[in-house]
Every structure is written in C-alpha cells, then in structure tokens.
C-alpha cells in the first residue's frame, strides 16, 4: 500500500450524458486562432500556419454552471469552443486514424483574462497568468461520438445578456479535429482523459459581473453561464 507525503489532489472528472459514470480529465490542450475571422480579429494573417497550442490545467475546468468573475482583471473575454475529449492516444497518430481516438465533445468556454495576457505578449512571455485561472474554463455534459456522432459542422452562438456576440461554424474552423490530434500527437504522447479545445469564432469581447452567457453548438444543444 502507498503512503502518500499529503492528501492526494482529487481527480477532476466530467459528466457524460445518459451515464452515471465520469470522464476523468488528464491535460487540456487549447488551440490558437483557430478561425479566421478570429484571427483577424486579434491582428495575425488567417493564412493556414502550423497551429499553435497552449494549456488549461485539468482542474480550471468547470461544471458548476457558473464562471466567477476572476481577481487581478478588468478585462475578461468570452470565446465559446468546442471541447474534445479523447479516450486514447499515442504518439505521431495519424490523420485518417485520430477520429478512432475521440470519446465525445462538449460545450465549453476559454474565458481569458485579455488585459493580463496582453501583458505577456508585450514581454514575450507565456500567456497561463490570462488563461490558466480558477474555474477559467466552463464546460458542459460530454456527448459521445456513439450518441453525437462526430461534429465536423454546424452552428456555434454566443450571447450576452440575449445579444449574439459570437457566431459561426464548426466548418470553418482552419485546423479540423483530426489534424489538430495528428498534429498534437507529433510533439506530445496524447493518452485517454486528455481534452483539446478547439478555437473560437470571431466576437470575442468583455463580460462583466451580472451578465449572463448563452451558448450553443448544433449537436451539443445549449448552456447558459452567469457571470458572477
């Protein structure tokens, strides 16, 4: 039997629609400008570069239904994506192969503190102060490909108190699924329990405390996130 030095930290799991039993989450992975309006938006060339990733710790994500406005900021975005939860993994996985390693996708936000990650570009440091706060990412029920099959389109809408502020398709997205766990498996071993992110659509903007956040992906039905 291991002794452990302190209390071991709990594992953060997820829900899975029509079960009782719990997606356990391992490392998140988030994709950058991953539309090409967003990447207008935020001032780079949509142009198809290679990706970039970066990363959520497992336990900034949230199914509480509500995002807590965070400290040390006065200028936090919403960007709605679609999250993608992996039941297997590997190394160099590849492309006509990385479907067979998805479990399910859900509803997710990659809410950032704009204001502090701004900073960091200037200084050309890493971005985790802007994106890896507490509860920094909501996220709703996982669907499983058997239930949902795999979404490779389809409408995703943000709203803000009622406004439609971000809107879009899955198509449109530059770097698909399969290509961003291929591309993904080529620097990293990617095993069951990871999730990736998969980029927003043009919109993003600032919520204060009070609002209320909609969103939706066609597939993955609705969810609403107050801002508190």
Known sequence: MTTYAIEV???VTLPVAGTDA???????????????AHAIEMG?????????????NP?????????PYPAKS???HHELEMAVMLQSGGDNIAIEDALNHVFGYALSLDMTRRDLQGEQKKLGRPWEIGKA????APVGIIHTVDDVGHLDRGRVELKVNGEVKQEGDLNQMIWKVPEMISYLSEYFTLAAGD?????????VGPVQRGDTMDISIAGLGAMTV???
């Open 59 to 67: 336990n900034n994500l949230d199914v509480s239904g509500e995002f």
């Open 195 to 203: 999730v990736i992110l998969s980029g927003t659509p043009a919109g």
């Open 22 to 36: 719990k997606f356990p989450v391992r490392r998140v992975y988030c994709i950058g400008r991953n539309y090409a």
């Open 9 to 11: 930290p709990a594992v």
């Open 74 to 76: 006065s200028d936090v």
């Open 133 to 136: 706060f507490e509860r920094s």
């Open 44 to 56: 780079h060339d949509p142009d198809r570069e290679a990706p970039f990733f970066f990363q959520k």
């Open 226 to 228: 107050p801002v508190v």
